[in-house]
């Protein structure tokens, strides 16, 4: 049972989520006053009193990266300076993830500066959600969790009760995800294949392995950043020949041109998480929003209850597994 000692914080990143996450919870989001300075820097001062509690912390450190980031860190040395049990940071979505090692010499490990950055502010655990490196995990020297949503959208799609679909990877890197939603959901695997024609130069899709044509193409990756390389992707399935695409994201940043990509695509659908909140700016006609409230506020409370969630995911699957069973049996409508 939930008690008194969860208190759980928001910074300003994600209000809504947090705000979805303490109600289904049944908590009251513990009052934190967040303000910047005119000069940019930024004051936090937790309204509450935390000693001997178990806190949360959810912040993703989404656009504005580096302000967010800060954000949280300050959060976190506020709340290690006022006597808590345990301090948690939950991050939806975690910044710096792309640079998850070094390419070419004299390059930062930008994500294990940040998680050491984390861990140093007072985070005693951290909870992520498919983070772009999985390595990521392995960076922080405190308790850390990456929990996938893969099996959530697995399940949206098996819902729809779609017929000839096949799971498509956008590149080679996203392949490992791309063949667990077609185990899932019992679909073939195609795999778009990028190539540069020399050093240094753009990256282009051209090339598919696999049968796309007059199926219903499910384009799957972790995040949507300009959207170059998912739309034009798109468009390529089409000139191949598929029937319909939909892409499942699970961050939707969509910095640059993306909202306008999206628009001018084939895409029929893109589905994304509220992982990073989703402004009206970022919202188009074929962009669905669907909520990681409840698989964040599940998580939150078997960490404070000290249950695995395990149970939780084979519940999942299982589900997963009776759909699928319905569409194989062809118990699914034109």
Same mark, same amino acid.
């Given at each position: 049972?939930?008690?008194?000692?969860?208190?759980?914080?928001?910074?300003?990143?994600?209000?809504?989520?947090?705000?979805?996450?303490?109600?289904?919870?049944?908590?009251?989001?513990?009052?934190?006053?967040?303000?910047?300075?005119?000069?940019?820097?930024?004051?936090?001062?937790?309204?509450?009193?935390?000693?001997?509690?178990?806190?949360?912390?959810?912040?993703?450190?989404?656009?504005?990266?580096?302000?967010?980031?800060?954000?949280?860190?300050?959060?976190?040395?506020?709340?290690?300076?006022?006597?808590?049990?345990?301090?948690?940071?939950?991050?939806?979505?975690?910044?710096?993830?792309?640079?998850?090692?070094?390419?070419?010499?004299?390059?930062?490990?930008?994500?294990?500066?940040? !998680?050491?950055?984390?861990? &140093?502010? $007072? #985070?005693?655990? @951290?909870?992520?959600?498919?983070? =772009?490196?999985?390595?990521?995990?392995?960076?922080?020297?405190?308790?850390?969790?990456?929990?996938?949503?893969?099996?959530?959208?697995?399940?949206?799609?098996?819902?729809?009760?779609?017929?000839?679909?096949?799971?498509?990877?956008?590149?080679?890197?996203?392949?490992?995800?791309?063949?667990?939603?077609?185990?899932?959901?019992?679909?073939?695997?195609?795999?778009?294949?990028?190539?540069?024609?020399?050093?240094?130069?753009?990256?282009?899709?051209?090339?598919?392995?696999?049968?796309?044509?007059?199926?219903?193409?499910?384009?799957?990756?972790?995040?949507?950043?300009?959207?170059?390389?998912?739309?034009?992707? !798109?468009?390529?399935?089409? &000139?191949? $020949? #598929?029937?319909? @695409?939909?892409?499942?994201?699970? =961050?939707?940043?969509?910095?640059?041109?993306?909202?306008?990509?999206?628009?001018?695509?084939?895409?029929?659908?893109?589905?994304?998480?509220?992982?990073?909140?989703?402004?009206?700016?970022?919202?188009?006609?074929?962009?669905?929003?669907?909520?990681?409230?409840?698989?964040?506020?599940?998580?939150?409370?078997?960490?404070?209850?000290?249950?695995?969630?395990?149970?939780?995911?084979?519940?999942?699957?299982?589900?997963?597994?009776?759909?699928?069973?319905?569409?194989?049996?062809?118990?699914?409508?034109?």
């Amino acid at each position: 049972m939930i008690n008194n000692s969860l208190k759980i914080i928001s910074g300003t990143a994600n209000e809504p989520l947090a705000r979805e996450v303490a109600k289904l919870l049944k908590v009251d989001l513990t009052p934190v006053e967040i303000k910047r300075f005119t000069d940019g820097e930024i004051y936090v001062h937790i309204e509450q009193s935390v000693r001997g509690s178990d806190v949360y912390v959810i912040q993703p450190t989404s656009p504005d990266v580096n302000q967010n980031l800060m954000e949280l860190l300050l959060i976190l040395d506020a709340l290690k300076r006022s006597s808590p049990t345990m301090i948690t940071a939950v991050i939806p979505y975690f910044g710096y993830s792309r640079q998850d090692r070094r390419t070419i010499p004299r390059e930062p490990i930008s994500a294990k500066l940040v !998680a050491d950055m984390i861990t &140093k502010a $007072g #985070a005693g655990r @951290v909870m992520m959600f498919d983070v =772009h490196a999985a390595q990521i995990q392995g960076f922080f020297d405190v308790a850390s969790d990456n929990i996938e949503y893969l099996p959530f959208f697995a399940e949206h799609i098996l819902d729809r009760r779609l017929k000839n679909v096949v799971a498509v990877s956008p590149d080679a890197g996203g392949v490992a995800n791309t063949r667990q939603l077609a185990k899932h959901i019992n679909a073939p695997l195609a795999i778009i294949d990028k190539r540069r024609t020399h050093a240094g130069a753009k990256a282009k899709v051209g090339y598919i392995i696999g049968e796309v044509r007059d199926k219903i193409c499910i384009l799957i990756d972790d995040m949507i950043d300009t959207a170059g390389t998912i739309t034009e992707a !798109a468009k390529l399935l089409k &000139k191949k $020949g #598929a029937k319909q @695409v939909l892409v499942y994201a699970t =961050h939707g940043v969509f910095s640059g041109k993306a909202i306008a990509r999206i628009k001018a695509s084939p895409i029929q659908e893109m589905v994304v998480t509220n992982t990073i909140e989703q402004t009206r700016e970022k919202r188009a006609r074929n962009i669905k929003v669907v909520s990681i409230a409840q698989l964040i506020r599940e998580t939150i409370r078997s960490n404070h209850e000290g249950r695995p969630m395990g149970k939780y995911f084979d519940e999942i699957y299982e589900r997963i597994y009776k759909k699928r069973k319905k569409v194989e049996d062809g118990l699914i409508e034109d």
